[in-house]
T-cell receptor
Framework: ETGVTQTPRHLVMGMTNKKSLKCEQH?????MYWYKQSAKKPLELMFV???????ENNSVPSRFSPECPNSSHLFLHLHTLQPEDSALYLC?????????????FGNGTRLTVT | GQNIDQPTEMTATEGAIVQINCTYQ??????LFWYQQHAGEAPTFLSY????GLEEKGRFSSFLSRSKGYSYLLLKELQMKDSASYLC??????????FGAGTTVTVRA
C-alpha cells in the first residue's frame, strides 16, 4: 500500500476511444504528478499540479488532458491515442514545498493502444 | 537539459554486495534520490542525499559527491527479493525530478 491508488491497473483501448485514468492520494500532499514510463527509458514527466493548479506541462500532445479537481484526486483523460502511447502511466504525489520530499508513486496503469 | 546515467543491468549472487553507480549533469542541484521498482509495481523511495557523504539505512547505503556529479547505491547481503530495477533521480534548480533509465539488478542463488 503506497498511499497513492491508481485505476484501472490495465487498459486496452482503440485509437478512436476516449478513456480516463484516475489517481487518488491519501497522504495529505499538495502536489501531484503524471509520469510516463516506457521500457528501458527514463520516467518522463508529463504534468505537475501544485495546490490544484497546473504548474508544468512538459510539451505533452493535446490528446492527453489532465484534470485536478482537488488536492487528493488527479485524472488523465485520453482521446485519439496512438500505438506509441502504449506505456505504464504513473501517478505520484509529494509535499511540493520541501526539497527532501520524495515522490510517492501509485502502481500505475498499463496502457495498450491498439 | 538534464543527463543522468546508470548501468542498464547488473547481476550478483545472493549474500554478495552490489554497487550501482549514477552520474549526473543537471542545471543546479537540490538533492538526489534512489528508488526501487519491482516488476509491475510502483517505484518506492529508498534514500535521499543532498550533502556529500554516505547515508546508511540497514543493508542499503547511498553515497554522494556533488563536485564529481556522482552517486552510488550499495546493496549489502543481497537477498532474492532485492531483484528489481533501481532508479537514480536528481532534483535540479527547477525543483523537478529527472530520472535515469534504471538499473535492473538480478540476484542469483
Amino acid at each position: 500500500e503506497t498511499g497513492v491508488t491508481q485505476t484501472p491497473r490495465h487498459l486496452v483501448m482503440g485509437m478512436t476511444n476516449k478513456k480516463s485514468l484516475k489517481c487518488e492520494q491519501h497522504l495529505g500532499h499538495n502536489a501531484m504528478y503524471w509520469y510516463k514510463q516506457s521500457a528501458k527509458k527514463p520516467l518522463e514527466l508529463m504534468f505537475v499540479y501544485s495546490l490544484e493548479e497546473r504548474v508544468e506541462n512538459n510539451s505533452v500532445p493535446s490528446r492527453f488532458s489532465p484534470e485536478c479537481p482537488n488536492s487528493s484526486h488527479l485524472f488523465l483523460h485520453l482521446h485519439t491515442l496512438q500505438p506509441e502511447d502504449s506505456a505504464l502511466y504513473l501517478c505520484a504525489s509529494s509535499q511540493g514545498d520541501r526539497n527532501n520530499s520524495p515522490l510517492h508513486f501509485g502502481n500505475g496503469t498499463r496502457l495498450t493502444v491498439t | 537539459g538534464q543527463n543522468i546515467d546508470q548501468p542498464t543491468e547488473m547481476t550478483a549472487t545472493e549474500g554478495a554486495i552490489v554497487q550501482i553507480n549514477c552520474t549526473y549533469q543537471t542545471s543546479g542541484f537540490n538533492g538526489l534520490f534512489w528508488y526501487q521498482q519491482h516488476a509491475g509495481e510502483a517505484p518506492t523511495f529508498l534514500s535521499y542525499n543532498v550533502l556529500d557523504g554516505l547515508e546508511e539505512k540497514g543493508r542499503f547505503s547511498s553515497f554522494l559527491s556533488r563536485s564529481k556529479g556522482y552517486s552510488y547505491l550499495l546493496l549489502k547481503e543481497l537477498q532474492m527479493k532485492d531483484s528489481a530495477s533501481y532508479l537514480c533521480a536528481v532534483r535540479g534548480d527547477d525543483y523537478k525530478l529527472s530520472f535515469g533509465a534504471g538499473t535492473t539488478v538480478t540476484v542469483r542463488a
